[in-house]
């Protein structure tokens, strides 16, 4: 895992947007993975710009959301796939019919879990996933004692994360409790991964996750198990890192770091 401490939350977003950007132009045909969060949305609205300005072309580029309310048609405003459409899909070149979320409209809600492991596996896996943390410490909707080899399923919301997410909702009480999310043992299979964290409210569960013990109590603690990890944080989330000034040192002196400079 790498960690990568920028000074402002404008410059981790930035960075995070480069990243996903030179891999889609290194394979135009990436499978990426994407969540979603109020951290997310600067990311998105700079990847727009980038297909503006500078042509970034998502035109075969196939994409998987991490989650997705259980109950919430594509329309209502609270759905990921009414934000994904807002933030990201309607502003680039990407076919609707690349874009997925899971289902939480399904009938059969274990089978369309299968369905979308089957529909990545089809596209080759994950190459890039990107993600958020909750302040449960979750990845996608991976609540604490989420089993690291759990694959997309229904999931039970913790009250710290409806207490989190309820007031995005026009009425807080309109909330789903249930979601359906790929699992951790999912998103550990993806080729590489970037997790943006910003905000000093995300300090004390990014420290866990980064350098705690590896704990289902912590979801995102999982990524220490994977091989290509890069965590992007402003200096407020990374206030509770005991190891802020080797991730300093290490970015600093590297000549050209992994070519995110
Ligand atoms: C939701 C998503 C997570 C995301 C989290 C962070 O709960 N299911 O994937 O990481 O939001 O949200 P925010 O960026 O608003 O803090």
Request: glycine fraction near 6%; aromatic fraction near 8%; charged fraction near 25%.
């Amino acid at each position: 895992m790498e960690v990568i401490i920028r000074a402002h939350r404008e410059a981790a977003t930035k960075l995070t947007a480069q990243i996903i950007a030179d891999a889609l132009k290194k394979k135009p045909n990436l499978t990426l993975g994407l969540a979603t969060g109020s951290t997310m949305e600067m990311v998105y609205s700079k990847l727009a710009e980038m297909h503006k300005k500078e042509n970034l072309d998502f035109s075969l580029c196939k994409t998987f959301n991490l989650d997705e309310y259980i109950g919430l048609p594509p329309e209502n405003k609270g759905s990921y796939r009414y934000y994904m459409n807002k933030y990201l899909f309607n502003n680039v070149n990407i076919d609707p019919r690349n874009t997925h979320l899971p289902n939480g409209m399904a009938g059969d809600l274990s089978a369309e879990c299968i369905h979308y492991e089957n529909l990545i596996e089809e596209s080759g896996g994950i190459d890039l996933q990107l993600l958020g943390i909750g302040r449960s410490g979750h990845i996608g909707f991976n609540e604490p004692l989420s089993a690291f080899r759990s694959r997309t399923r229904e999931k039970a919301l913790t009250p710290v994360t409806i207490a989190q997410n309820s007031p995005l909702f026009d009425k807080p009480e309109d909330m789903p409790k249930r979601a359906l999310t790929m699992g951790v043992g999912t998103i550990l299979d993806s080729k590489r991964i970037v997790m943006l964290v910003t905000g000093k409210e995300k300090a004390a569960i990014l420290a866990k996750a980064v350098e705690g013990p590896v704990t289902a109590m912590v979801s995102a603690s999982a990524l220490q198990l994977h091989p290509k990890v890069v965590v992007i944080v402003d200096e407020d989330a990374a206030e509770m890192l005991q190891e802020k000034s080797y991730y300093r040192w290490i970015f600093d002196n590297e000549p050209d770091w992994l070519g995110y400079k």
